[in-house]
Each structure stands twice: as C-alpha cells, then as structure tokens.
C-alpha cells in the first residue's frame, strides 16, 4: 500500500499536466479565432483579386479600358 500512497502523492507529472491543459486551451481558442476571422479575411482577399483583374484588364488595353 505504501507504493500506491507515494504514487498518488507523486507531483512530478503534474506539471505536465497543466502545459497540456493550456497549450489545448490556447489551440482551441486559436481554432475559434480564425473560424471567426476567416470569412472576412477571404472577402477582402476577393476584393483585392478583383481590383487586380481590373488593374491588369486597363493595363493591357493600353488605358482603353480603364
């Protein structure tokens, strides 16, 4: 019974313990975040894309198309 007693009171994982515990915490709060920032991060990407298309129409009609 004494190994069973010294095993339970043992600490030295319980340092561990607590990184994984927060390191799961911070990569779920990560996963949230960019659930959340995706959408408008793909619609200014959109945006940015189309004004390049048009950029790039005006630039090769010689200004014509502008």
């Not at 390049?52 to 129409?57: E, I, K, R, S, Y």
Request: net charge negative.
């Amino acid at each position: 019974m004494t190994k069973f007693s010294a095993f339970l009171k043992d600490e030295a994982g319980a340092v561990t313990v607590d990184w994984v515990v927060l390191t799961a915490a911070v990569v779920g709060l990560g996963l949230l975040i960019f659930s959340w920032v995706r959408p408008a991060v793909s619609n200014l990407a959109e945006a940015i894309n189309l004004e390049l298309g048009a950029a790039q129409t005006c630039m090769t009609s010689n200004g014509s198309n502008c």
